[in-house]
């Protein structure tokens, strides 16, 4: 049905970064999960981001690793860590939703 529409889908997968889903995600979804979920701290945020180190080769045009939602404006980070928060996953061409 969505395909008679005509109209493009973003399907996000999560495994929580189960059996690297960046190595087969791309052949059923637009974007998976790479990791557990974030938690509205600095540390959780930093710890995230560690485990994307040399995912970058996995992600482009259609196909997104996505290390979880943005924690900015929930109260556990200061405003310059949301700063940092934003950039991090901005860098990383993390979907921003």
């Known amino acids: 049905a969505i395909a008679a529409t005509g109209s493009k889908i973003q399907l996000n ?3 929580w970064g189960i059996d690297s889903p960046w190595l087969w995600g791309p052949q059923i979804a637009t974007s998976w999960r790479t ?9 959780s945020m930093v710890d995230i981001a560690d485990m994307q180190v040399d995912l ?14 943005l924690e900015i404006g929930n109260g556990g980070l200061s405003f310059e860590e949301s700063k940092t928060h934003f950039m991090l996953w901005s860098v990383m061409a993390a979907p921003l939703f």
């Open 13 to 15: 997968m999560c495994v």
């Open 56 to 69: 970058n080769q996995y992600a482009g045009p259609g196909s997104w690793n996505d290390p979880d939602a």
């Open 35 to 43: 990791t557990v979920d974030i938690f509205d701290s600095y540390d």
